[in-house]
């Protein structure tokens, strides 16, 4: 489970826990609740990410990322770093296990719209049944970020997928994390903080 991870711009998240009915997103944009007898009705949750995030007061262990260009400030009480930077790739796991983040990184900028295309495409190649549950913009320590959740299943193990993804001049950097679906209430708070200490620099 540790080195499951989607290739370049493969980003996946998280969703949430399996209740009984799905939220979706129509070609309009207009965000709905599907119940399991295939009625729905609008999705009237507010975005949890939205808002700016600041730099977590616990994050204060320094990961250089994007060769050395940016950091990822993380809690070394919760998070051990297991490969550093290896062809533009660094992973991190929970220090209870079973939660797991990675951080690609890329020279090129890559449309956030492209971007998108490219993660979903590229997860479903690991889960044909990956899908975007949601997706939203803040602002962390600075910097435009695309918020994605997504959930699928990999060798009959479902998983959600809660990601970060950036890029401009700097580059483009994706920070995932990731955990077995019924597993990710318990990881959110710490899934979040790590994300939050993603600083991009300008």
Known sequence: MKYLYLPLALTLLLASPAWTQE???TESGKKI?????????PDAEKPASTGPAALPAGSTAKLAINRGKSALFYNP????????EEGGRTSLEHTEGDGYAIIITERVEIPLEGLKKIALSNAKEAAP???IIFEDKRKV??????VLKLKGTISELPFFYYGYYYSGKEGTIQALTY????????????FEELLNGLVISP
């Open 23 to 25: 939220k979706a997103t």
């Open 33 to 41: 609740l599907v119940f399991p007898d295939g009625t729905w009705k």
């Open 77 to 84: 009480k919760k998070w051990k770093v297991e490969k550093q």
């Open 129 to 131: 049944d990956a899908e």
């Open 141 to 146: 320590n600075g910097k435009d970020i695309l």
């Open 179 to 190: 955990t077995a679906q019924n597993l990710f209430d318990e990881f959110k708070p710490d």
